[in-house]
């Protein structure tokens, strides 16, 4: 599996950016992707999760701000950020889980947001 993001850069504060993620390999429609984030000094947190019907996860600090979709005949996820904050700053990187649970990686897209 190889996921490869794209979107990220550099925007001020109460701006939007549109991440998306391009994913190939052993890819079934039916398994979880999603999107988590790592700022200086902090662990890898969870931002969105999305299942392949559809069904979405939210951190508490993104709820009503970002939006996770997928295209299942693309494979491809996306997530619109809107109203950034600073503290939304950090490597953001693509999640693809396979049917047994186990976890793949983006090499992650840099979201800076200015105050």
């Known amino acids: 599996v190889q996921l490869v993001e794209s979107g990220g850069g550099l925007v001020q504060a109460g701006g939007s950016l549109r991440l998306s993620c391009a994913a190939s390999?052993?890819?079934?429609?039916?398994?979880?992707m999603g999107w988590y984030r790592q700022a200086p000094g902090k662990q890898r947190e969870l931002v969105a999760t999305i299942t392949g019907g559809g069904s979405t996860n939210y951190a508490d600090s993104v709820k009503g701000r970002f939006t996770i979709s997928r295209d299942n005949a693309k494979n491809t996820v996306y997530m619109q950020m809107n109203s950034l904050k600073a503290e939304d700053t950090a490597v953001y990187y693509c999640?693809?889980?396979?049917?047994?649970?186990?976890?793949?990686w983006g090499k992650g897209t840099l979201v800076t947001v200015s105050s």
């Open positions: 999640m693809h889980s396979d049917l047994n649970g186990m976890p793949y």
């Open positions: 390999g052993s890819i079934f429609s039916i398994n979880v």
